[in-house]
């Protein structure tokens, strides 16, 4: 199993960036797919989720400004991040889960995690 993100970087407050996960070694379309961030020295947040049925979730800090997408038949889930504020610096992973309870948020039922990509949000 693999998780493979990319589209990190320096950004600028108020810009944008798309992250892309491209994930491979198992069922990609039966798994909800995930994005947790880790900002330096503190714990891990939970972000966002786009589930196997096809609706999607957002964490109160980033909805109306992250939106999450995936493509079943390239195996890979996007995250795009607009209107960035330098508190979305941080570390973002990738996630894959089998089992996840919709709206539950819960990092326990991800099975799968990537190496993770930063974003840093700095005038």
């Known amino acids: 199993v693999q998780l493979v993100e990319s589209g990190g970087g320096l950004v600028r407050p108020g810009e944008s960036v798309r992250l892309s996960c491209v994930a491979s070694g198992f069922h ?9 961030r880790q900002v330096q020295g503190k714990g891990l947040e ?24 995936r493509d079943n038949a390239k195996n890979t889930v996007y995250l795009q991040m607009n209107s960035l504020k330098p508190e979305d610096t941080a570390l973002y992973y990738c996630t894959a889960g089998s089992g996840v309870t919709p709206g539950l948020r819960a990092l326990s039922e ?14």
């Open 28 to 36: 990609f379309s039966g798994y909800t797919m995930g994005w947790v």
């Open 46 to 69: 939970w972000v966002s989720a786009a589930y196997s049925h096809g609706t999607t979730d957002y964490a109160d800090s980033v909805k109306g400004r992250f939106t999450v997408s």
């Open 110 to 123: 991800y099975d799968y995690w990537g190496q993770g990509t930063w974003v840093t949000v700095s005038s």
